[in-house]
């Protein structure tokens, strides 16, 4: 909605002052940066730059000048001119953040730009981010990674089912938790037969399975940790590790959804 | 002027294709050559000939078969070769020139040389009237000096020599075969047939091929990422026509020249031909598009895509001449553009039509575009919207 891709059910989307769905000049103002890679792999990364930087209206100079910017800022000067389908995963994630910043936006919309990205260049990207951040520029970033939000966000919103069901600084987010930490139960067996044991439990909030562990929102940890022990060998479930985390974004997501964040 | 930038990057893609420019130009010229080849009619006649006499007359016949236009000479030793040659249909006509013809001509004895091709067969029958034609003018030569040798002076072989060149200096009274094309319903053989039906064929076939550009560039998410910028989607749709048309031009034009050039085929009514290309290019836009839109998959587009385009190009007198299939058929041929356009061709290359005789043809092809490009536009508006 905010890139103008979808109609708004209802309200309205402003950007610095402007109505985004009565202009489509407001959208020289956004920065648009897909999920996957939008780019034209049998162009090269210039080309591709180029034709998406003159969607912009950039004339001739100021796109050439905006181009090798790019070029510098996503360290591809060297392969400008190469094909893009001959670039790794991660040159290729860079070139397509670096395709949204190519006409200077105040907003840049970042959707998962770290999926499936090595961790070296999603600590590059990250980087990056925080970067445009400091430099003044506006980020909405949509990430499934709580850790990533905990990093770049200043403000998050988490959305449950399409709904948005909370809004507001990480600070504000974890004191909603009060005195309630997060215990991550580190199993093998029938996780999902010890969350609801763990639900029955009188004190704990919350808890959901991941792939490897069962995630726990409870408070007054200290007096939990033996009643979950004693309810996971009930439920015939081997505890391998257990750890007593500090609340954070990600016992904020659980507590409210109900539900934990698979990797 | 961004319509133009989109369409300047699409093309740019497919001219960075190697395997899309060899199906849109490398290989309907390929095509071409070979159907040109193959339906290249009755212009050269293949001749077998046993010559079992060796003597100067059999020589003689031979030689004149050589010279004679149109006649392409074999030599064999046996009768069985010539007449199996003939019977497979290798040889349009096969010619045995008995032992002792000279030695006949010579004594005034008469002499026959046989011509052997099959009474049901129309292509054997002309050929053997072609060699006859040679054969009997060798025999009027022969005649004359036997006639000189026998009632005036002179030695056979002088009145043979001398009776060879007044023939070249005395007027004869010749024939030309004129085909009559004023209602041909079936275009010229040899390239100038092959030409214009692969030009309808491959101009179709590869835009619904293309489709598959447009498979890729949703899937690429690069619709998305166009329409994020201050661009409308129907901006998008009116570059995305432009690249299919300039694509459908690009191969039209090729294949126009390529014929014109290599293989001197006539393109009948400049303005009428141009009239025609261009919009048969949209037609092929149109069906392009819609099949971009219309498959899931760019392996869709590149499988399914071929067949459709055949299909249509038997239905529509592509591969064959509507004129020899049963009237059904050709009703049913008509229900795809391609029979229009082949109709079109039709009356320009066999019939020396204009833009007004094939307007009906030019008309039903603009419904054909419009059909497509209303189907294609409205689809690809509601795919990236």
Known sequence: MVCGLLEPDCGVVTIAGRRAEQELAVRNLVGYVPQDVALYPDLTARENLSFLGSLYQLRSKELAARVAEVLELTDLTERANDRVDSFSGGMKRCLNIGAGLLHHPKLLVLDEPTVGVDPQSRHAILERVQAFGREGMAVLYTTHYMEEAERVCDRVGIVDHGRLIAESTRKELVERLEERDRIELGASGDLERLARACREIPGVENAATTDTSVQVVASDSRRMLPLLLEAAENAGVTVNTVDVVEPDLEAVFLHLTGTALRD | ?385
């Not at chain 2, 293309?210 to 329409?227: C, D, N, Q, V, W």
């Open chain 2, 1 to 385: 002027m961004r319509v133009l930038l989109i369409a300047r990057a699409s093309i740019r893609r497919v001219m960075r294709d190697r395997t899309a420019l060899f199906f849109l130009l490398v290989l309907p010229v390929l095509v071409i050559i070979i159907v040109g080849a193959t339906v290249r009619g009755f212009s050269t006649f293949r001749v077998g000939v046993v010559n079992a006499d060796q003597g100067p007359a059999g020589r003689e016949i031979v030689a004149a078969l050589s010279r004679a236009p149109g006649i392409a000479v074999t030599t064999y030793t046996t009768v069985h070769q010539l007449t199996t040659g003939v019977a497979l249909g290798e040889l349009n006509t096969g010619v045995y020139v008995p032992k002792g013809l000279d030695a006949a001509q010579r004594s005034g004895a008469p002499v026959h040389v046989d011509v052997y091709a099959e009474q049901a067969n129309s292509n054997q029958q002309a050929a053997a009237t072609a060699v006859a034609s040679v054969i009997l003018e060798r025999g009027s030569i022969v005649q004359a000096a036997t006639f000189a040798t026998a009632h005036g002076s002179g030695t056979y072989e002088a009145n043979l020599l001398r009776a060879a060149q007044l023939q070249r200096q005395v007027p004869r009274v010749g024939f030309k075969v004129v085909q009559a094309q004023s209602k041909a319903s079936v275009l010229p053989q040899g390239y100038s047939y092959s030409a214009p039906t692969e030009l309808v064929l491959f101009v179709f076939l590869s835009a619904l091929t293309a489709g598959a550009a447009i498979i890729e560039t949703r899937r690429l998410s690069m619709y998305e990422r166009m329409r994020a910028a201050p661009v409308r989607a129907r901006t998008i749709i009116a570059g995305e026509t432009m690249t299919y048309v300039a694509i459908a031009l690009l191969q039209s034009v090729t294949i126009v020249l390529v014929g014109a050039v290599l293989f001197g085929v006539s393109w009948g009514n400049p303005l009428a031909a141009a009239a025609l290309i261009l919009i048969w290019s949209v037609v092929g836009a149109g069906a392009g598009m819609l099949a971009g839109t219309l498959f899931r998959t760019p392996e869709q587009a590149s499988s399914v895509g071929p067949t459709v385009g055949l299909a249509f190009a038997m239905l529509g007198g592509c591969m064959w001449p509507l004129a020899i299939v049963s009237s059904t058929m050709r009703t049913v041929g008509h229900l795809v553009p391609q029979a229009w356009a082949v109709d079109a061709w039709t009356s320009l290359l066999a019939r020396h039509g204009t833009i007004l005789t094939i307007s009906p043809q030019l008309g039903m092809l603009c419904a054909f575009a419009a059909l497509f490009l209303v189907l294609a536009t409205s689809r690809l508006r509601r795919l990236i919207s």
